[in-house]
């Protein structure tokens, strides 16, 4: 069975002298309070541990059952697993009450779900816990798990508990869900300079040009960055708008940095792929190399726009719950990558 390594943790299979440490925390009260087992006797414990290592031997692993150990220290903080079932597998854990809430728990999440998506191949990926189970579901929310619902009374209680039945959270994550993570965070790492709003000269081709309107401030509590407005003209007449934001942000991943619309007597005449184009100085002039410019993926002139301009689609997404795109009622979204030369 693998070994896993994260910064600050390894994830390796169970041996027979991990029992003191097993037990500490199998047969804690808080540890167990919301789980379908424990608080373990040491026979439990001794069962439980035989029966993890006979799973890393078995081919193929059907429970991939690890110790979670401390890197610096060598201690082991607790216990989780993978298990998988053709494309989708369930994740499960349990870490010592006395290692809680200094980020282990996302840790290890990040390291099963890189290793079931990556080396496994697994298209879904699944966790459950007691609805009452802070700590539990905080952690499947931190790795980027969707809650996918809410089953009352859908299983015993745990015997410490004056409850018969416990109510079940149900979480889940897509293979790619996971590719956009780690696209967001790639965009999020690129470069920008914003040491305040540059003045702006008339932007022009020779046919339209681009007058600035307004500069709003960002807004970090809201995630907001900074954004340039402009109006589109053409012979002294304004004929659409565009807008540029300075910076990148897990939304501006679903939004961009690019938003334009060509008043409806004045499209396809390639006003908007013009627009874009004369925005690139101010673009450079923050540093800014990679631009998303995203659209609706049935709108297909916007989708036009994009592909003149040379951008590459990086994927058709499925929208957050929590986006204002996914609220005005949209579901997909078109991801664009311009790159400005």
């Known amino acids: 069975m693998k070994t896993l390594e994260t910064e600050r943790l390894i994830l390796r299979k169970f041996a027979a002298d991990d029992f003191a440490a097993v037990h500490s925390y199998a047969s804690c009260r808080e540890n167990v309070l919301y789980m379908p087992w424990g608080p373990n006797s040491e026979e439990q414990t001794r069962d439980f541990i035989n029966t993890s290592i006979s799973k890393a031997e078995e081919i193929p692993i059907n429970d991939y059952q690890y110790a979670i150990v401390l890197k610096k220290t060598g201690n082991l903080i607790g216990g989780c697993e993978i298990s998988p079932s053709g494309e989708e597998a369930s994740l499960g854990w349990t870490l010592h009450r006395d290692y809680w809430k200094q ?7 990040k390291a099963l779900l890189k290793f079931g998506f990556e080396e496994l191949g697994l298209r879904r990926i699944t966790a459950n816990c007691d609805a009452e189970n802070y700590g539990s579901y905080r952690v499947m929310e931190k790795i980027g798990m969707r809650r996918e619902g809410l089953s009352i009374e859908s299983r015993p209680a745990n015997k410490l508990t004056d ?9 889940a994550i897509l293979k790619d869900e996971w590719d956009i993570q780690k696209e967001i965070a790639y965009y999020n790492s690129l470069p920008c300079v914003f040491d305040g709003f540059i003045d702006v000269p008339e932007l022009s081709d020779g046919l339209i040009y681009l007058v600035c309107t307004s500069k709003g401030e960002g807004n970090p509590e809201k995630k907001w960055v900074p954004a340039y407005h402009f109006a589109v003209c053409k012979g002294g007449e304004k004929i659409g708008e565009i807008g540029l934001r300075i910076g990148y942000t897990d939304g501006l991943y679903y939004g961009g940095q690019i938003g334009y619309g060509i008043d409806e007597k004045y499209r396809g005449n ?7 184009r004369l925005l690139i100085p101010v673009v450079k002039a923050h540093g800014m190399t990679k631009l998303l410019i995203t659209n609706n993926h049935i709108n297909a002139a916007s ?3 994009c592909e003149k301009l040379g951008a590459k689609l990086v994927r058709v997404a499925r929208l957050p719950e929590w986006h204002d795109l996914y609220k005005d009622g949209q579901r997909y979204e078109n991801i664009f990558e311009w790159r400005v030369e």
């Open 270 to 276: 390639g006003y908007a792929v013009r627009a874009c």
């Open 163 to 171: 409850r018969r039945y416990s109510d079940t959270l149900r979480y």
């Open 303 to 305: 989708k036009r726009v």
């Open 103 to 109: 980020g282990y728990g996302p840790e290890m999440g």
